[in-house]
């Protein structure tokens, strides 16, 4: 429950935080830009908690991308894509910071132990890596990165970020390597590099 309750404060934050960068946008108008990320927002939320009956972020990642395309096609706005896109990556981890910490409040994502200072007490007793805290502590960093720095490509700077971080905690984890998130978001930054390309040599 208290998980959820974040997650509800999160998506409000994200929606919120996208709206106003994308009414930004001279292409977008407010009510257009609401009505595509309320649709992003919903596919998100359908595919991760009723199409696999779980909470996860790679899966809602990809409800997210389908459902916006599909909204795109069908309002025959599909050349205005990286605009949603851009919006939407740059608010991802401010929402990010509210998600993560119900779970560091629930100790949903223990790692192997550890008597680091950064470590914290389960409910086994055990003193473990919290990989929620560290995934709240990347994304504060983010974030801060963004609001300092508006004109980073966050399209292709959170996701692969956030790739590298996965990666890199894998020997934290209990259980074996999660490779799977990490080469999604990775390939999926590498595609949004590869069309910011051939966009700017359009535009050249």
């Not at 896109?85 to 192997?112: D, K, N, S, Y």
Request: hydrophobic share 60%; glycine share 6%; aromatic share 16%.
């Amino acid at each position: 429950m208290i998980v959820r309750a974040f997650w509800a404060v999160g998506m409000v934050v994200w929606f919120f935080l996208a709206l106003h960068r994308l009414s930004r946008n001279s292409k977008w108008n407010a009510n257009a830009a609401a009505t595509a990320l309320f649709a992003t927002m919903t596919g998100a939320f359908l595919v991760s908690r009723y199409g696999f009956h779980t909470y996860d972020s790679t899966l809602a990642l990809a409800g997210a991308v389908v459902t916006a395309f599909l909204y795109l096609a069908l309002t025959r706005r599909l050349g205005q894509w990286f605009e949603l896109l851009a919006a939407a990556t740059w608010a991802f981890p401010f929402a990010w910071i509210p998600v993560r910490l119900g779970c560091v409040v629930e100790q949903a994502h223990g790692g192997v132990a550890s008597d680091s200072w950064m470590a914290l007490t389960f409910p086994d007793g055990v003193t473990r890596w919290d990989l929620a805290l560290l995934e709240f502590l990347w994304a504060v960093f983010v974030a801060a990165a963004l609001a300092v720095r508006p004109k980073l490509p966050a399209a292709i700077f959170v996701p692969a970020t956030l790739a590298l971080f996965r990666l890199a905690i894998n020997p934290l984890r209990t259980g074996p390597p999660v490779y799977l998130s990490s080469a999604i978001l990775g390939l999926w930054a590498f595609f949004v590099w590869l069309q910011r390309r051939r966009f700017d040599r359009m535009n050249a």
